[in-house]
């Protein structure tokens, strides 16, 4: 679908752009921005297509805003009997609903229309604090700004927060604020090797990962960073190194007990966690399969692996105990992430579940759109 990817319109009156499937999300940030208009909410990357993004609950960080899939109205997609439904929040309501998270399960996305914004700045400050000075701030954290979000570095007690406003869009603010570029390229690449070579040392030498999450919190995170610049840029991040990544959804109000259960497994279970955590906050939804479908807004907590070259790092059962301890708190997996649920805890966990699988048969009564891991999902 790659191929797939022209932007078809934007309509400015009505804040929507509509593409075909496979732009990718970097393109539209382009597109848009050349026409003084942004995406109001994004992850930390853009490489991905429009329709991986919304299939999988791609999301960013900011209570007000939802999953990505929540800015979308309208979406195209040819089903497994070969029919092209059209579907939004007024025209088949339900099959909107269940398509915009369903990893490709329905069929085929071909188009999809989201809303945007008016080209925004995105000013953000990022700044070290003490793990306990995150757990006795947390709600000013997670509501004192659009967008926050939380790195604790396991085995040490850092943190760092990056907080981030809109403003409207204004070049040459930006420009003369000298904000938008805090490191120079070099260096960049110097700190990376430096950071990099002590990492793959903490997959030999398991021990010395205290110290390695010292110095990476002191290289990345150590100093207060003020920045700001077009939103899709400040939302985006270099996320540096390869990486095995377990990320789930929890309503909101266990977040402070889900990172005080989490500094116990890692102790108990003498786990080297060797790349911060990540905490980010969502707002909930009504999307079948989304993991914020339902009442609560949702705190995601992803957790972390340096993955080195041509060495496998023990990860199996940090993200294990990490499933565990999550679904106890009433979590969700991120399906673009490793889990290990299957088609009985699905169930348990989303009240649309079985009339997703209903639906889903439906419109691909031959299984054209099923694979391995679908089946292990959708079957019981
Ligand atoms: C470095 C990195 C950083 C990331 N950061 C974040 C983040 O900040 N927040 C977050 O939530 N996620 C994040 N992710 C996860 C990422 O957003 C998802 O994996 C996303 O699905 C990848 O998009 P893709 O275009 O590669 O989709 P693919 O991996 O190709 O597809 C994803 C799913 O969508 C389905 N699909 C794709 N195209 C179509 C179509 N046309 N019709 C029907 N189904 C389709 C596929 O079948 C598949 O099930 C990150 C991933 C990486 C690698």
């Not at 907080?163 to 805090?182: H, M, P, R, V, Y």
């Not at 997703?356 to 959708?378: A, G, W």
Request: with cysteine; hydrophobic share 35%.
């Amino acid at each position: 679908m790659r191929n797939y990817n022209a932007i078809l319109n934007i309509d400015k009156k009505k804040n929507l752009v509509t593409c075909q499937a496979g732009c990718t999300l970097d393109k539209l940030n382009q597109r848009l921005k050349s026409e003084k208009f942004g995406l109001r909410v994004l992850g930390s990357i853009s490489h991905q297509t429009v329709a991986g993004a919304i299939c999988t609950p791609t999301h960013g960080t900011g209570i007000q805003y939802g999953i990505l899939a929540t800015e979308v109205v309208h979406i195209q997609f040819v089903n497994g009997n070969c029919d092209v439904i059209e579907c939004s929040e007024i025209e088949n309501q339900n099959i909107f609903k269940a398509c915009l998270c369903s990893f490709g399960s329905l069929g085929i996305i071909t188009e999809i229309t989201m809303r945007v914004e008016p080209l925004k700045t995105l000013v953000s400050l990022q700044f070290p604090l003490k793990l306990r000075q995150v757990e006795e701030n947390l709600t000013r954290i997670i509501y004192g700004a659009e967008h926050s979000r939380i790195w604790w570095f396991p085995h040490t007690d850092k943190c760092s927060i990056w907080q981030a406003n809109k403003l409207e869009f204004n070049a040459s603010d930006i420009e003369k604020s000298g904000l938008n570029s805090q490191i120079s390229c070099g260096k960049k690449k110097f700190s990376n090797f430096i950071l990099e070579s002590v990492l793959y040392l903490s997959t030999i030498v398991p021990s010395v990962t205290p110290y390695v999450n010292k110095v990476s919190h002191k290289v990345l995170f150590g100093k207060v960073v003020q920045s700001q610049d077009v939103s899709f840029k400040e939302f985006n991040i270099d996320c540096l190194f390869k990486q095995y990544v377990n990320e789930w959804a929890i309503p909101i109000e266990h977040a402070l007990e889900a990172l005080s259960l989490l500094q116990l497994l890692i102790t108990e279970h003498n786990i080297n966690a060797n790349w911060p955590v990540e905490v980010r906050f969502v707002r909930n939804d009504d999307i079948w399969l989304s993991p914020c479908y339902g009442e609560s807004d949702r705190c995601f907590i992803g957790i972390i692996m340096y993955r080195p070259y041509s060495r496998e790092p023990k990860y199996l059962l940090y993200f294990k105990k990490f499933d565990e301890m999550m679904s106890s708190l009433g979590g969700r997996p991120h399906w673009a992430k490793a889990h290990g649920w299957k088609y009985k805890e699905c169930k348990e966990s989303y009240p649309m579940w079985e009339e997703f699988c209903k639906l889903r048969s439906k419109m691909d009564p031959k299984n054209v759109f099923m694979n391995e891991y679908t089946r292990s999902i959708f079957n019981p």
